[in-house]
């Protein structure tokens, strides 16, 4: 692994809910290959991989991690909050974890984007935040996990603007390894006969466009095509043990590609 040697090496996780779990997967693999980051960038599902990596966690402990949470629990469920599920309720998974401890206390120095949402702005967390704090705020998805409060600020999932942060990283390292879980399904043309359906096809397209430019600000990127198969909120621990498994198996196949 000589390339890798003496650079300053990022690692980019995108969004993606449980699919996220396929970047615990790829983190597997480069593990195996001696390859680790000076600096992670993460959204949303890459946010909560990132941080849990960063604190120390490995791969494996993050798919436990991820299966010891029921996602649709009904204490998770709220009526007075603009959201299916209060992102306060789970808190307490991560305090478990961090305690009280800043994003900058994390072993690997990290960035966690998060969008505000009555400024309309893209807030990237690096310090002087709790580290749990910064993991809910960027994992808020909009419409079904309420918006979650810091220092008085409303903050929701940070792929409304910045579902790839590789750009955050593109002047900090020598070489980037963006893990992208996020791919557009394929679909046949029978299944655009709805306006909502080519609705929500057309503002698939444009947010896939605006983020995989961000590619270029990669020299890998890993991008797992067979997790169009997968739903956003999968809660089925095999198969979110299939969706760790393709995260390294497309890891592998994208590495030796590039560099034999």
């Not at 991560?94 to 969008?115: C, M, V």
């Not at 046949?188 to 609705?199: C, P």
């Not at 995989?212 to 621990?237: H, R, W």
Request: charged letters at 20%; one cysteine or more; hydrophobic letters at 40%.
């Amino acid at each position: 692994m000589s390339i890798f040697q003496a650079q300053r090496i990022g690692f980019v996780l995108s969004g993606g809910g449980t699919k996220g779990l396929a970047h615990a997967g790829a983190l597997q693999y480069l593990e195996e290959q001696g390859i680790r980051p000076a600096v992670i960038s993460g959204t949303s599902a890459g946010s909560i991989v990132g941080a849990l990596y960063a604190w120390g966690k490995k791969p494996e402990e993050i798919l436990d991690f991820f299966k010891s949470i029921y996602f649709f629990h009904w204490t998770h469920f709220t009526l007075k909050k603009p959201g299916l599920i209060d992102s306060n309720s789970f808190k307490k998974y991560f305090e478990a974890l961090f305690g009280n401890a800043l994003i900058q206390d994390s072993q690997i120095p990290l960035y966690i984007t998060a969008t505000d949402l009555v400024k309309g702005e893209l807030k990237i967390f690096e310090s002087e935040v709790p580290l749990a704090d910064a993991v809910l705020a960027s994992s808020a998805f909009p419409g079904v996990i309420s918006p979650h409060i810091i220092n008085g600020t409303m903050y929701s999932d940070g792929g409304i603007l910045n579902h790839f942060p590789a750009d955050i990283l593109a002047d900090e390292c020598d070489f980037i390894i963006g893990i992208y879980v996020s791919p557009i399904e394929k679909i046949e043309a029978h299944q655009l006969r709805s306006i909502k359906a080519v609705t929500t096809r057309a503002f698939d397209l444009l947010y896939a466009h605006t983020h995989m430019q961000k590619f270029g600000n990669c020299d890998l990127v890993i991008e797992p095509e067979a997790l169009c198969n997968y739903s956003t909120f999968e809660t089925n621990k095999s198969k979110m043990d299939e969706i760790f498994q393709i995260g390294y198996d497309e890891a592998k196949k994208r590495f030796t590609a590039q560099f034999g």
